[in-house]
């Protein structure tokens, strides 16, 4: 862990001793935050290092809870294997994906993946022999040995805790400088020889495999999964999650996402006019913190530092 990470020393002892409290709401919510954590993560190696904005990327995540819970409830697969394999699913539907979206730029990558990821949703939401179309996936039990709230959130914890330790280690190797030169300058990459548009696609296949390995522990945790998983207020959501925590910050996604969902869980519990209050209290965060959540903390400690 690098010394400008040391704010993250309570926030993982916070998470370890969570499920001590006693509290199912607090283990409920720890393994949500971990989840969708690691979700807002995978969708920020697009995001906020290569510079790609995908309107689209529910779809990664649906795919790997389908996959997940079909091959273990439809066809008796191993949970170890059904979960690796729903994480290879998701890479390969992002190479698919991808291999058209990286032709266009800007604005119109961003509605061509918004258009994929509606296609999968259509296709997950028709195919009622399969999918259960509208009525969903219902009755995923956890596996064998992990078979409580507890037990399942201490390997959720291990999942993401390593995901974002390869992850990280990816971003701070030559591969993300790449990125982020990609992110600042992409003519200027192709000019000095480097295949940007390979880059750009490796990037979105090992975003889609981490997206799918959230997406298949969020179908387990929940029992149950729906197509609205793969829409696209899902994907719009996540992408709030990684502004709000900081999109140039590698755990400010993570940061973003408990924000979030705690609020979500805090106001919808109080009053039936939640969607006014949220949106009213993340436009004044996203005001007040326009790099995000984490990003503005390390400007202001930068700031008193140079003071």
């Keep these: 862990m690098a010394k400008q990470d040391w704010y993250l020393i309570p926030i993982i002892l916070v998470i370890l001793l969570m499920p001590l409290s006693g509290s199912r709401f607090y283990v ?18 697009l995001l906020g290092y290569t510079g790609l904005v995908s309107f689209g990327h529910a779809a ?18 191993a949970f170890a294997m059904a979960f690796a394999t729903a994480g290879i699913f998701g890479a390969v539907a992002a190479l ?42 219902i009755g995923i039990d956890f596996p064998r040995h992990l078979d409580s709230p ?4 201490y390997f959720t914890f291990a999942v993401v805790a390593l995901s974002l330790y390869i992850l990280r280690k990816l971003v701070n190797a030559p591969f993300g400088r790449i990125l982020t030169t990609i992110r600042e300058n992409p003519e200027r990459t192709e000019f000095i ?11 979105f296949m090992i975003s889609g495999f981490f997206s799918a390995i959230a997406g298949a522990l969020f179908g387990i945790f929940n029992h149950s999964i729906f197509p609205d998983l793969l829409f696209w207020p ?11 925590g900081g999109m140039y910050s590698f755990f400010g996604p993570v940061v973003g996402a408990a924000v979030l969902l705690y609020l979500r869980m805090q106001v919808g519990s109080q009053t039936q006019y939640w969607p006014l209050i949220l949106g009213t209290i993340l436009a004044v965060l996203l005001f007040f913190f326009p790099g995000g959540i984490v990003g503005s903390l390390k400007s202001q400690l930068t700031r008193l530092k140079g003071k």
């Design 150 to 153: 507890t037990r399942f959130y």
């Design 193 to 203: 020889g480097i295949n940007v548009k390979l880059f750009q696609l490796v990037a």
């Design 234 to 244: 899902a994907s719009a959501e996540v992408l709030i999650m990684t502004l709000l």
């Design 96 to 137: 698919f994906i991808g291999f058209f979206c990286i032709r266009l730029t800007k604005i119109y990558f961003a509605m061509l993946t918004l258009a994929f990821s509606q296609i999968v949703w259509a296709i997950v939401f028709k195919w009622n022999s399969l999918t259960g179309g509208d009525t969903g996936f």
């Design 60 to 77: 990664f995540f649906g795919i790997g809870a389908y996959t997940c819970a079909l091959l273990m409830k439809k066809a008796s697969v």
């Design 28 to 45: 409920f919510l720890g393994t949500d935050i971990l989840i969708v954590g690691l979700f807002a993560v995978s969708l920020n190696l």
